[in-house]
């Protein structure tokens, strides 16, 4: 037997998690599941932000730089999420740039850990941007070569003795999919090869064990289940045992040893510090921090045990309905997403968007419905599943209006 809403609100009046509902700002109406591409605000957000442009900005001006500490920000945002959510241990992580940025950063660095050897390995599907700099680094390196995954349940067949580094995605954007991070890890090790992972779909979403699972690289964006804003600065981890021998290519002066020596000739900070390269964005930083202080509130574990709850209540209230799920059903292999398979699935989606509820749609056919615990009950997964129900049901999906237009998300 399927839940009942009113079952579903009994569950939810009895979690300790669903306090923290009230501290996001989410527009009446709407049934957010989109959380894992843009994450909702925090009602603390404006608030910080406010402080830190009048106070810090307005009246500290240039001062602040010492004063407020913003020089350090990348570093200590960086170990307040290693420590809370990524499994790392001081100096390892810094806040700063886009996931793309960083990406060339730890690829650049990886591949010069190994040298002699030419195969950078990438999935197929990965997420095109982690393509796109590898391909685009690969041209700057004499040598080196990207190698295509077909998936990364083929990567044994491709890890010779010319491999260098595997870049793998944690979970998968597209199905929900998620990797044991801690056995492909060794495997990957076991080869001689380095393991770079990509946590755009895992920060925020699980607890993650970098330090433990022997991670060499990671890299993952602060705007989706972070909750850091649109653009929000990014964040990379080095493990602490290469980055003595790490050159990453983007050599700013923020990865300077003796930033204000002005020196002519580049010279990298000790630890994490060398990759960063430019000027950190601080009002990006300060949301992002608001953002954090909400996540310091909540277990990890404990998001994540409602998290698979939320994905495995939709999969069950969905799975009579004309869909084909294409996340796994094993809770061991599933992020906070749910990806279901319609021949029509823009259409679909955008009549439910119509209706208050928002998902969104990759090409050619898969919904996908983020579950982001901190704001998101098991009433709203059921009012969003009976929605989709709906909408199935009455046709109203087929409207012209709801027609594909090159909509950019
Ligand atoms: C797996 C993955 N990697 C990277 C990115 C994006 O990187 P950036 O923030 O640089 O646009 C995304 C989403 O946009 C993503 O889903
Ligand atoms: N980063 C995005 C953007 O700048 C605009 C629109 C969407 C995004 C996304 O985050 C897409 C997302 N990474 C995905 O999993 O498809």
Redo the contacts with the bound molecule.
């Keep these: 037997m399927t839940p009942t809403r009113e079952q579903c609100a009994a569950r939810d009046a009895a979690d300790p998690l669903h306090a923290l509902r009230a501290e996001f700002d989410l527009p009446a109406g709407v049934l957010y599941l989109d959380g894992n591409s843009l994450g909702a605000l925090p009602r603390r957000t404006p608030g910080h932000l406010a402080k830190v442009v009048e106070g810090e900005w307005g009246a500290g001006l240039i001062r602040s730089w010492n004063d407020a500490g913003w020089f350090h920000q990348p570093g200590r945002l960086g170990d307040r999420l290693g420590a809370h959510l990524l499994g790392a241990a001081p100096g390892q992580v810094v806040v700063c740039d886009?996931?793309?940025?960083n990406l060339f950063k730890v690829l650049g660095a990886a591949l010069r850990l190994r040298p002699g050897r030419p195969a950078l390995l990438v999935e197929r599907h990965a997420?095109p941007?982690?393509l796109y700099i590898a391909d685009g680094l690969s041209g700057l390196h004499p040598g080196t070569r990207p190698v295509l995954l077909d998936s990364a349940a083929r990567l044994d067949a491709a890890l010779d003795s010319e491999a260098a580094v595997v870049l793998l995605?944690h979970v998968d954007?597209r199905t929900g999919e998620l990797l044991d991070m801690a056995a492909v890890t060794e495997r990957i090790h076991a080869a001689g090869a380095l393991a770079v992972w990509?946590l755009?779909?895992t920060a925020g979403a699980l607890p993650i064990h970098l330090d433990a699972a022997g991670v060499d690289f990671a890299v993952g964006?602060g705007y989706k289940y972070l909750n850091g804003g649109p653009g929000a600065p990014?964040f990379l981890y080095a493990a602490a045992r290469h980055q003595a021998d790490a050159r990453q290519p983007l050599t700013g002066w923020f990865g300077h040893a003796r930033q204000f020596d002005f020196e002519p000739g580049y010279r990298p900070a000790e630890g994490v510090t060398r990759f960063l390269t430019g000027t950190p964005p601080v009002l990006g930083l300060a949301a992002l921090e608001a953002a954090l202080e909400v996540w310091e509130l909540a277990d990890p574990a404990a998001v994540r045990l409602k998290s698979l709850e939320l994905t495995d209540l939709f999969l069950e209230l969905t799975a009579d309905l004309d869909v084909e799920p294409v996340t796994p059903r094993e809770p061991a292999r599933r992020g906070s997403q749910v990806a279901l398979r319609h021949p029509d699935g823009h259409a679909v989606v955008q009549a439910l968007i119509a209706r208050g509820v928002i998902g969104d749609f990759r090409a050619p056919d898969l919904m996908r419905f983020g579950f982001t615990p901190l704001y998101l009950s098991r009433a709203d997964v059921h009012d969003a599943a009976t929605a989709l129900r709906e909408v199935l049901a009455s046709g109203e999906w087929r409207a012209e209006r709801f027609a594909r237009r090159g909509d950019v998300t």
């Design positions: 886009s996931t793309s940025v997420f941007t982690d995605s954007y990509d755009c779909h964006c990014a």
